[in-house]
C-alpha cells in the first residue's frame, strides 16, 4: 500500500492505492470523522483482487481542509475528478456511513461510471441516527466542539488508549475508531469541516437527506449491504430496508460488529467483499436506460420529492 497526493482545484487531496493497476478499480470512501486509514486492515486483502483507491475527502485525514462546499453532491464530483485525473472511468465505489451517502450521490450523478456500489453501514438509507451526531448540528454546537475536543481532551484519550491496550481485554477496533475520529476535532479546520458536513446530512431530528426514492435506478447495478448488527450509530434496520427496495440486493449482517464492521471483521469483510467482485458482472448502465427509467416511474405519476431530498443520500 502506498500513500500519495495529488492536487485537484488548487486543494491537496491525500489517497492510498494499492493492486495491481490493470485490475478493476475498486474506491473505499470513508465516514464523517474518519479518513482512508479506516480501511487499512481490510485494504491488503482487497488490494490482491482489485486496485483499491482510498482518498481523504477534503476535510478530512490529510486532504486539505479549506472554506468549501462540503455536501453529498461536491464529494461526488470531487471523487470523479480523482478517478479522471488518475485515468479510471468506471469503479466499484464502497462507502462507509458519511461514504456511503457519497457512494449513492456518486452513483447517482454519474450513473454510467459506476458498476457495482457497496453499502457499509450507511447513511442515506433513513431519519435515524444518533443523538451524538444530532446534538452537534444545534445552534452553537461549534462554539462548544472546541471545548470538549481540543488538544489537552486528545491528549488525555491517547493516553487512556495506551493504557487500554495493555490490558487483556482490548476495545473493540470500532471503538477506537470512534474515539480517533473524536480525537481529530481538536483541530480548528478539522472541526469546521466535520460541522459543515454533518450540518448537510443531518439535523436535530435525525438525517436529513434520503436516498429511498432514488433506489429504483440502482436496478440491474449488483449491489452489497453490510451492517453491523451491533450498531449504534445507524440501525441495522436500515440494511434491512434498503435490501427489499434495492432491486436484487445482497445483505451481510456481521452479528459481532458495530458501526465498523470492515474493522471489527476485517477477514469476513473482506471475503465478502472478493465473494460479491467475483460472483458479479457490472450491468450495462448509459444514459438511455436512465432516461427510460426516468420516464417510466414519471408515467406512473409518483410524488414529487419533499423539499430537501434533491440529494441522493446521507449521515
Known amino acids: 500500500m502506498r500513500q500519495t497526493e495529488i492536487t485537484l482545484h488548487g486543494h491537496r487531496v491525500a489517497y492510498r492505492v494499492a493492486g495491481d493497476p490493470g485490475l478493476p478499480v475498486l474506491l473505499l470512501i470513508h465516514g464523517i470523522t474518519s479518513s ?56 466499484t465505489i464502497a462507502g462507509h456511513s458519511l461514504g456511503g451517502g457519497v457512494a449513492m450521490q456518486f452513483a447517482y450523478q454519474f450513473y454510467e461510471h459506476c458498476e457495482r456500489l457497496i453499502l457499509v453501514s450507511s447513511g442515506g438509507l433513513g431519519r435515524e441516527v444518533s443523538w451524538a451526531l444530532r446534538a452537534a448540528t444545534f445552534p452553537g454546537a461549534e462554539f462548544v466542539l472546541p471545548v470538549i475536543a481540543n488538544t489537552h481532551v486528545r491528549d488525555a484519550g491517547t493516553a487512556a488508549g495506551r493504557l487500554l491496550s495493555r490490558l487483556p481485554m482490548r476495545p473493540r477496533p470500532s471503538v477506537t475508531e470512534v474515539a480517533r475520529g473524536y480525537a481529530s476535532l481538536a483541530d480548528s479546520p478539522a472541526r469546521d469541516a466535520f460541522v459543515k458536513t454533518l450540518r448537510s446530512v443531518v439535523e436535530p431530528g435525525g438525517q436529513r437527506v434520503d436516498a429511498s426514492d432514488r433506489l429504483y435506478l440502482a436496478a440491474g447495478r449488483p ?92 449521515a
Open 36 to 91: 482512508s486509514a479506516t480501511w487499512d486492515p481490510v485494504i491488503p486483502a482487497l488490494s490482491e483482487h482489485a486496485h483499491v483507491i482510498a482518498p481523504d475527502l477534503l476535510g478530512h485525514g490529510d486532504s486539505d481542509k479549506p472554506r468549501a462546499d462540503y455536501s453529498l453532491g461536491s464529494f461526488a464530483s470531487g471523487l470523479r475528478d480523482l478517478l479522471e485525473h488518475l485515468g479510471h472511468d468506471r469503479v
Open 223 to 314: 449491489t452489497l449491504i453490510v451492517w453491523g448488527a451491533l450498531d449504534t450509530v445507524i440501525p441495522v434496520a436500515h440494511a434491512y430496508t434498503a435490501h427489499q427496495v434495492i432491486p436484487g440486493s445482497e445483505l451481510e449482517v456481521f452479528e459481532q460488529s458495530r458501526h465498523f464492521p470492515h474493522m471489527d471483521e476485517p477477514a469476513r469483510f473482506s471475503r465478502v467483499v472478493r465473494r460479491f467482485l467475483e460472483s458479479t458482472e457490472p450491468a450495462p448502465l448509459n444514459r438511455a436506460l436512465l432516461r427510460e427509467r426516468l420516464a417510466g416511474r414519471a408515467a406512473l405519476g409518483q410524488p414529487e420529492p419533499e423539499p430537501g431530498a434533491a440529494q441522493a443520500a446521507g
